[in-house]
């Protein structure tokens, strides 16, 4: 069986119940799931746990690859340290770096070669590539692959609650009621089956209902 390859932040950490969507999904494409979400994390991280994927056999035995892509703004540290928004302790050193360390124009530099490194990578490969925050969108544009760019997915998890500070302490699974992330896998399935035989590069509205 080959495999369906989902990976990111917090928008795909659950894909243990078949009302996950990426559990969903592999069901509905009748493929093995692997990948990995990660809560609060920044791209660099996710990255460097990418590349072990891409230098694993299951790399080439992948016909689907799934980016959810995270905010280039988040500190690059060590895992589940700062990004712990439970932690209180956290909260002076996020401030600090974001209002009197962090250089955004070099974070979206540093972001955009990374968008620009998986076009190498996953070369002549099957991507969707979904944009979670609206701070890549000037760049999203650089992947190749199918690109879902709007609403991002935290636009689409905001629809469904009434105050945004909520979603920092979310108790959905992936950001998304079940409704919508059963929705997501059909959404990203059909998709598929109108691509498989053609991969295009394309540019293309995310609905959920």
Same mark, same amino acid.
């Given at each position: 069986? *080959?495999?369906?390859?989902?990976?990111?932040?917090?928008?795909?950490? &659950?894909?243990?119940?078949?009302?996950?969507?990426? @559990?969903?999904?592999?069901? $509905?494409?009748?493929?093995?799931?692997?990948?990995?979400?990660?809560?609060?994390?920044?791209?660099?991280?996710?990255?460097?746990?990418?590349l072990k994927i891409?230098?694993?056999?299951?790399f080439d035995n992948?016909?689907?690859?799934?980016?959810?892509?995270?905010?280039?703004?988040?500190?690059?540290?060590?895992?589940?340290?700062?990004?712990? &928004?439970?932690?209180?302790?956290?909260?002076?050193?996020?401030?600090?770096?974001?209002?009197?360390?962090? #250089? @955004?124009?070099?974070?979206?530099?540093?972001?955009?070669?990374?968008?620009?490194?998986?076009?190498?990578?996953?070369?002549? @490969?099957?991507?969707?590539?979904?944009?979670?925050?609206?701070?890549?969108?000037?760049?999203?544009?650089? $992947?190749?692959?199918? *690109?879902?760019?709007?609403?991002?997915?935290?636009?689409?998890?905001?629809?469904?609650?009434?105050?945004?500070?909520?979603?920092l302490r979310d108790?959905?699974? #992936?950001? &998304?009621?079940?409704?919508?992330?059963?929705?997501?896998?059909? &959404?990203?399935?059909? $998709?598929? #089956?109108?691509?498989?035989?053609?991969?295009?590069?394309?540019?293309?509205?995310?609905?959920?209902?």
């Amino acid at each position: 069986m *080959k495999n369906l390859c989902v990976v990111g932040d917090s928008f795909c950490v &659950f894909r243990q119940d078949q009302t996950d969507w990426p @559990k969903r999904l592999s069901t $509905l494409l009748n493929l093995n799931l692997i990948g990995f979400g990660l809560p609060g994390e920044s791209w660099w991280f996710i990255r460097q746990n990418f590349l072990k994927i891409f230098d694993s056999e299951d790399f080439d035995n992948t016909e689907l690859f799934i980016f959810c892509h995270t905010e280039p703004h988040r500190i690059i540290g060590t895992f589940s340290t700062l990004q712990k &928004f439970e932690d209180g302790r956290n909260d002076q050193i996020r401030r600090a770096y974001l209002t009197q360390i962090e #250089n @955004k124009q070099f974070n979206n530099w540093a972001c955009q070669n990374w968008f620009e490194e998986l076009n190498s990578m996953l070369e002549g @490969k099957k991507v969707i590539h979904l944009q979670n925050f609206n701070t890549t969108a000037s760049y999203f544009e650089v $992947l190749d692959g199918i *690109k879902l760019d709007r609403p991002t997915l935290y636009e689409a998890s905001l629809s469904e609650i009434t105050d945004s500070k909520k979603f920092l302490r979310d108790d959905r699974r #992936n950001h &998304f009621n079940d409704q919508n992330n059963l929705n997501l896998a059909n &959404f990203l399935a059909d $998709l598929y #089956n109108q691509y498989q035989d053609q991969w295009p590069t394309l540019t293309q509205e995310l609905k959920l209902q």
